[in-house]
Protein backbone atom coordinates (compact mmCIF):
# COMPACT_ATOMS: atom_id res chain seq x y z
CA UNK A 1 0.00 0.00 0.00
CA UNK A 2 2.90 2.00 0.09
CA UNK A 3 4.25 4.75 -2.38
CA UNK A 4 6.93 6.42 -0.40
CA UNK A 5 7.58 4.91 2.92
CA UNK A 6 8.82 6.13 6.53
CA UNK A 7 12.49 5.05 6.92
CA UNK A 8 12.45 2.73 9.46
CA UNK A 9 15.36 5.51 11.42
CA UNK A 10 12.48 7.70 11.96
CA UNK A 11 10.63 4.33 13.33
CA UNK A 12 12.85 5.27 16.27
CA UNK A 13 12.33 9.01 16.33
CA UNK A 14 8.33 8.49 16.38
CA UNK A 15 8.72 5.34 18.89
CA UNK A 16 10.56 7.79 21.49
CA UNK A 17 8.83 8.31 25.01
CA UNK A 18 9.42 12.29 24.33
CA UNK A 19 6.98 12.34 21.95
CA UNK A 20 4.87 11.63 24.49
CA UNK A 21 4.83 15.50 25.70
CA UNK A 22 3.41 16.57 22.51
CA UNK A 23 1.06 13.33 21.66
CA UNK A 24 -0.19 11.51 24.80
CA UNK A 25 -1.62 8.20 23.34
CA UNK A 26 -3.69 7.68 25.92
CA UNK A 27 -5.27 11.34 26.12
CA UNK A 28 -5.61 11.00 22.36
CA UNK A 29 -7.14 7.78 22.41
CA UNK A 30 -9.35 7.51 25.52
CA UNK A 31 -12.55 8.71 23.99
CA UNK A 32 -12.30 6.49 21.37
CA UNK A 33 -11.39 2.94 22.89
CA UNK A 34 -12.87 0.59 25.26
CA UNK A 35 -11.62 -2.83 26.71
CA UNK A 36 -12.31 -5.82 24.60
CA UNK A 37 -12.10 -3.99 21.88
CA UNK A 38 -10.40 -4.89 18.05
CA UNK A 39 -8.34 -2.08 16.94
CA UNK A 40 -6.36 -2.06 13.67
CA UNK A 41 -3.69 0.60 13.99
CA UNK A 42 -2.98 1.17 10.42
CA UNK A 43 1.25 1.75 9.60
CA UNK A 44 1.99 1.12 13.60
CA UNK A 45 5.51 1.62 12.78
CA UNK A 46 7.05 0.23 16.09
CA UNK A 47 4.41 0.84 18.23
CA UNK A 48 4.21 4.28 19.49
CA UNK A 49 -0.07 3.89 19.39
CA UNK A 50 0.03 0.03 19.21
CA UNK A 51 1.53 -0.36 22.88
CA UNK A 52 -0.64 2.25 24.55
CA UNK A 53 -3.63 0.78 22.74
CA UNK A 54 -2.88 -2.50 23.87
CA UNK A 55 -3.11 -1.60 27.39
CA UNK A 56 -6.57 0.01 27.04
CA UNK A 57 -8.28 -3.39 25.41
CA UNK A 58 -7.45 -5.31 28.06
CA UNK A 59 -6.79 -8.84 28.49
CA UNK A 60 -9.90 -9.50 26.18
CA UNK A 61 -9.10 -7.30 23.67
CA UNK A 62 -7.19 -7.04 20.16
CA UNK A 63 -4.52 -5.04 18.58
CA UNK A 64 -3.87 -5.72 14.95
CA UNK A 65 -0.59 -4.04 13.93
CA UNK A 66 -0.25 -3.54 10.06
CA UNK A 67 2.96 -2.31 8.56
CA UNK A 68 4.59 -2.41 5.02
CA UNK A 69 8.26 -2.51 6.42
CA UNK A 70 8.69 -5.70 8.02
CA UNK A 71 11.64 -4.58 10.42
CA UNK A 72 9.35 -2.02 12.16
CA UNK A 73 6.83 -5.07 12.73
CA UNK A 74 9.90 -6.99 14.47
CA UNK A 75 11.12 -3.92 16.06
CA UNK A 76 7.09 -3.55 17.79
CA UNK A 77 6.85 -7.51 18.80
CA UNK A 78 9.92 -7.25 20.32
CA UNK A 79 8.97 -4.13 22.45
CA UNK A 80 5.50 -5.87 23.08
CA UNK A 81 6.74 -8.86 24.05
CA UNK A 82 9.04 -6.69 26.25
CA UNK A 83 5.86 -5.26 27.99
CA UNK A 84 4.02 -8.52 28.08
CA UNK A 85 1.68 -7.51 25.40
CA UNK A 86 2.01 -9.47 22.81
CA UNK A 87 -0.67 -11.81 23.59
CA UNK A 88 -2.76 -8.47 23.00
CA UNK A 89 -0.83 -8.14 19.97
CA UNK A 90 -1.50 -9.57 16.37
CA UNK A 91 0.46 -8.09 13.62
CA UNK A 92 0.13 -8.08 9.83
CA UNK A 93 2.93 -7.41 7.39
CA UNK A 94 1.21 -5.87 4.47
CA UNK A 95 2.22 -5.00 0.94
CA UNK A 96 1.82 -2.47 -1.66
CA UNK A 97 -1.82 -3.46 -2.90
CA UNK A 98 -3.58 -4.79 0.13
CA UNK A 99 -3.86 -3.82 3.97
CA UNK A 100 -4.16 -7.68 4.22
CA UNK A 101 -7.35 -7.30 6.27
CA UNK A 102 -9.19 -9.85 4.33
CA UNK A 103 -9.28 -11.61 7.62
CA UNK A 104 -10.63 -9.13 10.01
CA UNK A 105 -14.11 -8.59 7.24
CA UNK A 106 -16.59 -6.31 9.71
CA UNK A 107 -14.32 -7.34 12.89
CA UNK A 108 -12.64 -3.74 13.49
CA UNK A 109 -14.52 -1.67 16.08
CA UNK A 110 -11.90 1.32 15.35
CA UNK A 111 -9.30 1.72 13.10
CA UNK A 112 -6.13 4.25 13.63
CA UNK A 113 -4.03 5.61 10.96
CA UNK A 114 -1.86 8.52 11.93
CA UNK A 115 1.21 9.96 9.37
CA UNK A 116 0.22 7.01 6.56
CA UNK A 117 -2.61 8.07 4.41
CA UNK A 118 -0.12 10.31 2.66
CA UNK A 119 2.23 7.37 2.10
CA UNK A 120 -0.54 5.20 -0.18
CA UNK A 121 -0.91 5.66 -3.77
CA UNK A 122 -4.26 5.02 -3.65
CA UNK A 123 -6.28 6.56 -0.83
CA UNK A 124 -10.14 5.00 -2.55
CA UNK A 125 -8.68 1.35 -1.95
CA UNK A 126 -7.16 2.30 1.44
CA UNK A 127 -10.55 3.48 2.63
CA UNK A 128 -12.24 0.83 1.33
CA UNK A 129 -10.63 -2.01 2.96
CA UNK A 130 -10.70 -0.07 6.47
CA UNK A 131 -14.57 0.19 5.66
CA UNK A 132 -14.91 -3.54 5.21
CA UNK A 133 -12.72 -4.33 8.05
CA UNK A 134 -15.04 -2.27 10.04
CA UNK A 135 -18.09 -3.55 12.35
CA UNK A 136 -21.54 -1.52 11.34
CA UNK A 137 -20.54 1.10 13.86
CA UNK A 138 -16.54 1.20 13.44
CA UNK A 139 -14.88 4.32 12.94
CA UNK A 140 -11.16 5.60 12.41
CA UNK A 141 -9.14 8.25 13.61
CA UNK A 142 -6.84 9.83 10.66
CA UNK A 143 -4.62 12.30 11.42
CA UNK A 144 -2.03 13.69 8.89
CA UNK A 145 1.35 16.11 10.39
CA UNK A 146 0.74 19.23 8.94
CA UNK A 147 4.34 19.53 7.94
CA UNK A 148 3.99 17.27 5.88
CA UNK A 149 -0.20 17.00 4.11
CA UNK A 150 -1.81 20.89 3.67
CA UNK A 151 -5.06 21.56 4.59
CA UNK A 152 -6.08 21.31 0.70
CA UNK A 153 -4.89 17.78 0.56
CA UNK A 154 -5.69 16.80 3.47
CA UNK A 155 -9.45 17.50 3.19
CA UNK A 156 -9.15 16.11 -0.26
CA UNK A 157 -8.00 12.85 1.47
CA UNK A 158 -10.91 13.37 3.62
CA UNK A 159 -12.86 13.38 0.45
CA UNK A 160 -12.03 10.33 -0.52
CA UNK A 161 -12.88 8.25 2.63
CA UNK A 162 -16.56 10.09 2.39
CA UNK A 163 -16.94 8.30 -1.28
CA UNK A 164 -15.86 4.97 0.38
CA UNK A 165 -17.96 4.51 3.05
CA UNK A 166 -16.78 7.48 5.97
CA UNK A 167 -18.82 10.15 7.16
CA UNK A 168 -16.96 13.17 9.25
CA UNK A 169 -18.01 12.50 13.08
CA UNK A 170 -15.66 15.40 14.79
CA UNK A 171 -12.36 16.47 13.84
CA UNK A 172 -9.99 16.44 17.31
CA UNK A 173 -7.83 18.48 17.57
CA UNK A 174 -4.00 16.94 18.34
CA UNK A 175 -0.86 19.69 18.47
CA UNK A 176 0.49 19.23 15.09
CA UNK A 177 -1.35 16.92 13.27
CA UNK A 178 -4.71 17.57 10.81
CA UNK A 179 -6.81 15.10 12.50
CA UNK A 180 -11.00 13.57 11.63
CA UNK A 181 -13.14 10.91 13.01
CA UNK A 182 -14.61 8.86 10.46
CA UNK A 183 -17.52 7.40 10.94
CA UNK A 184 -18.77 4.23 8.81
CA UNK A 185 -22.11 4.49 7.03
CA UNK A 186 -24.89 2.14 7.20
Given at each position: ?36 M?I ?13 L ?9 V ?54 HE ?21 L ?22 N ?7 P ?6 T ?7
Amino acid sequence: MSEHVCPVWVGYVLASPVRKLLQNPHKILKPYVNEAMTIADIGCAMGFFSLPLAKMVGANGRVVCVDIQERMIRSLEKRAAKAGLSGRIETIICDQNSLSLGDFKEKIDFALAIGVVHEVPDSARFFSEINEALKPAGSVLMAEGKSFVSETDFDRTVSIAERNGFTVAERPQIKRVRTVLLEKKY
